[in-house]
């Protein structure tokens, strides 16, 4: 079962995140994609402490043909993005640059998540971090340079729009 590799992968990275660190890059090289999803789980629970490592793994397998693998992804992401949004949006946006058409989607996929959270906590909370932070972001890529960029700052603040006008009307 998924969650018991998961539960134990994190109880690793509590009791053993010097190994956990060696180990997972190594994983993540393997021609078995069940292992390079394996290497993933855990992340969200130690992104909020050591954020950059995350992205910086995550940027490694963004390329990766595996379904599963970019599932793990997108959920990484999103968790990541609750918590350090900054730094979530910065290698977001560098990794648009050159996104081809796979990676532009994989994105799409975590941002629409982001999305949804960012909706939902506007009804809860407005003075957020999470949620200034996004709304900046959204403007700052609608006038990117990069039509990568561009097309997904478009698409996001989009959909925030019309999640926002639809939560309006309950």
Known sequence: MPWESETICFELWKRFPEAMRDQMPLWAESDNEKKRAISMHGMENIAAKNPQYVLTFISKLLDDDSEEVQKKISHILTQLGRVRPI???????????????????????????????????????????????????VQEWKADPNPKVQSMGGKLGSVIHMRNKANAKR
């Not at 949006?89 to 982001?114: G, H, M, P, S």
């Not at 809860?124 to 932070?133: A, P, Q, W, Y």
């Open 87 to 137: 730094q979530t949006y910065t290698n977001v946006r560098r990794w648009l640059l050159d996104a081809d058409e796979v990676r532009f989607n994989t994105i799409w996929q975590t941002l629409k998540k982001l999305a949804n959270i960012f909706t939902q906590k506007s009804k809860r909370e407005s003075g957020n971090d999470f949620m200034s932070i996004t709304k900046r972001t």
